[in-house]
């Protein structure tokens, strides 16, 4: 596997540091995953911008954190699933809702199951979901911009777990207590 960089502001390339600011504006800190990313300044760029661009959707915040533990727990994503495990606990996600997820179990609340279900299809199956997947997704009072919603989703994490299952991207403090493992059945075969 390559080796993988965490910068800092004054080892990341010159177009990474703007960004690497703003996020440390807005966060208090910078996470190891945007200090990988800032190797490459459009790539952090790309995943500054999809991230604020998911935020402005329709979903409520307990549903985007529902939409981005499904789409990592399918990607297998460690250092992700830790760090939204808590920040979809300080946006108001159920903590069963998210224990469920991060086991890879169906949540009790019927529309949210829909949504975690409907991300998780979309992501495994490479957005090739199946006419009765997304029309119990519809039927659960979604609609087309949802499924797009979902898709930009998607799109967010795959840059950050992409990236993390390069770079092996160690935690951060502020995940302490949340590590996970993906079940055996999602890990990639080598």
């Given amino acids: 596997m390559s080796q993988f960089t965490i910068h800092t ?13 703003n996020v440390r504006n807005a966060w208090g800190f910078v996470p190891n995953l945007h200090n990988v990313l800032a190797e490459s300044p459009q790539a952090l760029e790309a995943y500054a911008a999809t991230w604020a661009l ?9 549903e985007r954190n529902i939409v981005y533990l499904a789409i990592i727990f399918e990607n297998a994503c460690g250092y992700c699933m830790a760090g939204h495990s808590g920040l979809s ?10 224990a469920a997820i991060r ?13 975690r279900r409907f991300a998780q ?12 997947d997304t029309q119990a997704f519809l039927a659960a009072g979604y609609d087309n911009r949802a499924i797009l919603d979902v898709i930009l989703a998607a799109a967010v994490k795959l840059i950050s777990n992409y990236t993390n299952h390069f770079a092996d991207t160690p935690l951060d ?6 590590e996970w493992t993906p079940p055996a059945a999602i890990e990639t075969v080598a």
Avoid: C, N, W, Y
Avoid at 54 to 62: D, G, H, I, L, R
Avoid at 104 to 113: F, K, Q, W
Avoid at 173 to 178: E, H, I, K, R
């Fill in 121 to 132: 299809q979309v992501t495994r199956q490479r957005g090739r979901v199946s006419e009765a």
């Fill in 89 to 98: 606990r300080m946006a108001g996600v159920k903590a069963a809702h998210i």
């Fill in 103 to 115: 086991e890879g179990t169906p949540i009790d609340d019927v529309r949210l199951e829909a949504l």
């Fill in 173 to 178: 403090a502020f995940m302490a207590g949340q």
């Fill in 9 to 21: 502001a004054s080892t990341a390339p010159e177009g990474s540091r703007p960004i690497l600011d």
């Fill in 54 to 62: 998911f935020e402005k959707t329709a979903f409520s915040p307990v």
